[in-house]
T-cell receptor, first 112, second 115 residues
Framework: GENVEQHPSTLSVQEGDSAVIKCTYSDSASNYFPWYKQELGKRPQLIIDIRSNVGEKKDQRIAVTLNKTAKHFSLHITETQPEDSAVYFCAAWTTAGNKLTFGGGTRVLVKP | DAGVIQSPRHEVTEMGQEVTLRCKPISGHDYLFWYRQTMMRGLELLIYFNNNVPIDDSGMPEDRFSAKMPNASFSTLKIQPSEPRDSAVYFC?????????????FGAGTRLSVL
């Protein structure tokens, strides 16, 4: 089945700096890659997603890049703010398994 | 729409007791997913339904766990008997479609503590 590795597990950045989270996946059949943000005690919420026919997608301060050949994708947060502090999960959808497999999560702390 | 609704929000029970978690998906969504979240194992898919039919239950840890979806607006996840290692946050999610065509919306979760 699909395996998604996410790094780093924790990330501390100064407010205003950029944060980058990287994920790799194992199943070349995976074709959809969402990113979820989970604030403390809250539910995971989708913040951005990318499909396998696109290399990059941007939404204001967040962007996601996808390298299908290398089977990895990344989340970029620019001009970080304290409210960006949360756990971020990447995921990969494989048509073979017809389900999402989540990475282990990255705890991001933005220091004011 | 009120989103995915889960109940109870918190459940504390003793080992050996039966626990039932409930979920109401977003109206019109054809897919319903049950996840378990722990520090050690992260976010794991337990089972998912399509049009009320269980499609993949390979993530259900053992026979003590069972899930049903008697109609399009209600699903249950039951643990009997419960054990301390079942302590976790259980999320229900629903989506209109599957894969890249359907965003999964999560409920607020049920925090289960088995003493």
């Amino acid at each position: 089945g699909e395996n998604v590795e996410q790094h780093p597990s924790t990330l501390s950045v100064q407010e205003g700096d950029s944060a980058v989270i990287k994920c790799t996946y194992s199943d070349s059949a995976s074709n959809y890659f969402p990113w979820y943000k989970q604030e403390l005690g809250k539910r995971p919420q989708l913040i951005i997603d990318i499909r396998s026919n696109v290399g990059e997608k941007k939404d204001q301060r967040i962007a996601v890049t996808l390298n299908k050949t290398a089977k990895h994708f990344s989340l970029h947060i620019t001009e970080t703010q304290p409210e960006d502090s949360a756990v971020y999960f990447c995921a990969a959808w494989t048509t073979a398994g017809n389900k999402l497999t989540f990475g282990g999560g990255t705890r991001v702390l933005v220091k004011p | 729409d009120a989103g995915v609704i889960q109940s109870p929000r918190h459940e504390v029970t003793e080992m050996g007791q039966e626990v039932t978690l409930r979920c109401k998906p977003i109206s019109g969504h054809d897919y319903l997913f049950w996840y378990r979240q722990t520090m050690m194992r992260g976010l794991e898919l337990l089972i998912y339904f399509n049009n009320n039919v269980p499609i993949d239950d390979s993530g259900m840890p053992e026979d003590r766990f069972s899930a049903k979806m008697p109609n399009a607006s209600f699903s249950t996840l039951k643990i009997q008997p419960s054990e301390p290692r079942d302590s976790a946050v259980y999320f229900c999610a629903s989506s209109l479609r599957t894969g890249g065509k359907g965003i999964q919306y999560f409920g607020a979760g049920t925090r289960l503590s088995v003493l």
